[in-house]
């Protein structure tokens, strides 16, 4: 059992930044496939960014050029440089970990952390 757990969260007025990290147990974090999701107060968990074990990211187009990821395999993390926040994305946001070399690609969430941009 992966345990992840998600901070870096906060409040910040529009235009702000905030980073974002991951953190999970496990001796395999290199083989893991890594990704944000987020999820608002009347929405469904809706996809981020990813960033895959071999480095290859992907990001929705609404926040691609404002945001980054990362990750440091050593440590067992990954980050969201969001960058130019918009009121609209204020959101919880999960880590997600799958365990893609394994036959059931298990899937891992963190807890979320929540991100507050004002206005």
């Known amino acids: 059992q992966v345990q992840v757990i998600e901070c870096g969260g906060g409040s910040v007025q529009a235009g702000g930044s905030l980073r974002l990290s991951c953190a999970a147990s496990?001796?395999?974090?290199?083989?893991?496939?890594l990704g944000w999701y987020r999820q608002t107060s009347v929405g469904e968990r809706a996809f981020v960014g990813s960033?895959?074990?071999?480095?290859?990211?992907y990001f929705v187009d609404d926040v691609r050029g404002r945001f980054t990821i990362s990750r440091d395999n050593g440590k067992n993390r990954m980050y969201l440089e969001m960058n130019n926040l918009k009121p609209e994305e204020t959101a919880i946001y999960y880590c997600?970990?799958?365990?893609?070399?394994?036959?059931?690609?298990?899937?891992?969430w963190g807890q979320g952390t929540q991100v507050n941009v004002s206005s």
């Open positions: 997600n970990i799958v365990a893609s070399l394994f036959k059931d690609h298990p899937t891992f």
């Open positions: 960033i895959s074990r071999d480095g290859s990211w």
């Open positions: 496990g001796h395999t974090f290199s083989n893991y496939d």
